[in-house]
């Protein structure tokens, strides 16, 4: 028997390299999925803290100064931020596929996370080189 699924795509500007503030809007829209009656809610590609695309628009000299923002404002598994979006999946009982930029170490990744909406861990996650 076919199985519907009610989804949320998100289509909504990231809080530019805020991380603390595009948490916050991550979890308002985790809230207003749920509330909507989506059982999946899928967020674009590095939509935390939002890939700076206008540091390729100059010269590579005008362009690093977003680098630094952007690395201080990538997200780290298992911290803070990476708990509380967690945390919102479990509590509104519904899948999240969120596309971040992930700091581990030294390096920056492009990831993917998805969440279990009764545990609310990362059951599969995904990552390639920024």
Sequence with gaps: MPTKVRVAAVQAEPRWLDLPAGVGQAIELI????????????????????YPWWLWLESVSWGQGFFARYRTNSMTVGRNEFRRIADAARRHRIHVLLGFSERCGSSLYMSQWSSSMIAGYCSESARKPS
Excluded: S
């Design 31 to 50: 809230e207003d999925a749920a509330a909507g009656g989506a059982q999946l809610v899928a967020f674009p590609e590095t939509f935390l803290p939002g």
